[in-house]
């Protein structure tokens, strides 16, 4: 019928949808112009403190070791927390101020401090949870409950992949380990399986078993892929309601596709040595990020449109979860990222990829700006009001800020910037309407920002 339909035209658009529905990273249009195309989302697991970092306070100075004063506006832990004995701890670290614009921010940061004027803040993000595994899921997920997809798999399910020889959304997690929950900080969760993250391994064949055995040939391994593909197809005809089948067989397809390009994106050996070297590439310890830095940047060169940098191993002595002896161990930590994350944007500048690339710097929550345990040893606990984000790139107005936190550092100065609300300023920067992009299980069209988000337009160029 749809062939003899007005000359076959039927038939010519059946064609073209059922061809849209084997590919489902194909390009899709947003739902308006887009300021980017491309997100590398850094996110630090274990809680990164914002009074030792990003938020100058010196009014924790003036009341060093005496409790803070009543403060209004908070529930769960933290309320709890400032009921029991406790003594505000102003930061170790000195601040200073930097770039043109005068900010001041920590001097652990040397590097960061150079680029600084083109970061936009975000201050008192809120989070649901003051534990790490919902909180890091909220973060990375929008719910702070297991089984929702993540944010790439969100902005790939909307806007699929400018490069079919390479997955849409990468992740490169720190090769010491992953965050808190593993792979559900990049999982698809109810959208089809196509869509989750892809870990890359540093060097050499950056999946496992990717290439083909040895002896054989790229035309063998292509008769034997159709073969699969006819049985996978026929599996798939007789259950149409499993969304894994249709993945898998458009894994196998990449699959075969990455085998000639993946292992070149991630060899960094040619490479400028002045690239390396910007990146802290040589250095044992930046090495290690800066080679997942540079890596990111090679893959939304190439058209990657989510890249996921995980830095910090769970929430023990290699992550930001600094309850002890924050004096010594957040150095430590900023020391790995300082230079790779300027280096980054140094060099997504000179290159001309600027303004196509956002780059958002995140934590699962903030920390208490009063101390934990005693003596030199001293840390700080979990706060989820208090997390600072950061962004820049393309759509970003550098310098500028969303939010404000209160004269300690604890929470929000006005109403707290819930985290739906970052998540919604990454989609409009991309062209989304964070309203718009819904996917309909178990009877509800469910959102990335779940009642909806709302863009921070002061941030926004």
């Known amino acids: 019928m749809l062939s003899r339909c007005w000359n076959g035209i039927g038939a010519l658009a059946l064609a ?124 990375n997920t929008g719910s702070i409950l297991q089984g929702s997809p993540s944010v790439g798999a969100w902005v790939t399910y909307g806007l699929g992949s400018e490069n079919q020889n390479l997955p849409g959304y990468i992740v490169l997690h720190d090769a010491r380990g992953g965050p808190v929950n593993g792979s559900a900080v990049w999982q698809s969760g109810y959208l089809p399986a196509t869509y989750q993250g892809t870990p890359f391994r540093p060097s050499g064949m950056p999946i496992l078993d990717l290439d083909s055995p040895a002896g054989v040939s790229r035309t063998e391994a292509r008769r034997e892929l159709d073969l699969l593909h006819w049985m996978d197809d026929r599996h798939a005809a007789a259950r149409p309601a499993n969304d894994d089948l249709e993945a898998r067989i458009a894994a196998y397809e990449l699959a075969f596709r990455m085998q000639t390009e993946a292992p070149a994106v991630v060899d960094i050996a040619k490479e400028p040595e002045s690239v390396r070297k910007l990146y802290g590439i040589g250095n044992p310890v930046t090495e290690p990020f800066g080679r997942q830095c540079l890596m990111a940047r090679r893959l939304v060169e190439k058209g990657v449109r989510f890249v996921l940098l995980v830095h910090g191993w769970e929430n023990g002595i290699y992550s930001w979860d600094h309850h002890l002896d924050i004096k010594n161990l957040l150095p430590a930590r900023v020391r790995e990222v300082d230079q790779p994350v300027a280096g980054l944007l140094k060099d997504l500048k000179q290159r001309g990829m600027w303004d196509d690339t956002l780059v958002v ?23 989820q009001w208090g997390l600072v984000n950061w962004l820049a790139g393309g759509g970003v107005k550098a310098g500028a800020d969303a939010g404000a936190t209160d004269e300690f550092g604890l929470k929000a100065a006005g109403n707290p910037i819930p985290i739906r609300d970052v998540h919604a300023t990454i989609l409009q920067l991309l062209g989304i309407d964070n309203m718009a992009l819904t996917y309909l299980n178990e009877g509800r069209y469910k959102r990335l920002t779940d009642t909806g988000g709302t863009p921070l337009k002061t941030i926004l160029a």
């Open 16 to 139: 073209d949808l059922l061809q849209a529905s084997t590919n489902p990273l194909a390009p899709k249009k947003p739902h308006f112009p887009p300021k980017v195309k491309n997100v590398i989302f850094i996110f630090c697991s274990g809680g990164v403190s914002q009074v030792d970092t990003f938020e100058y306070k010196p009014e924790l100075q003036k009341i060093a070791g005496k409790r803070l004063p009543p403060i209004s506006g908070l529930a769960g832990e933290l309320e709890a927390f400032l009921k029991q004995p406790h003594a505000a701890l102003p930061s170790p670290f000195e601040f200073r101020q930097v770039g043109q614009s005068g900010r001041k921010i920590s001097t652990l940061f040397e590097h960061l401090g150079t680029v600084v004027d083109e970061l936009a803040f975000v201050h008192g993000v809120k989070v649901d949870s003051n534990n790490h595994a919902p909180s890091t899921m909220h973060v």
């Open 361 to 383: 710097w995140t934590s699962e929550m903030g920390r208490t700006p009063f101390g934990e345990a005693s003596g030199a040893k001293q840390g700080r606990n979990h706060n």
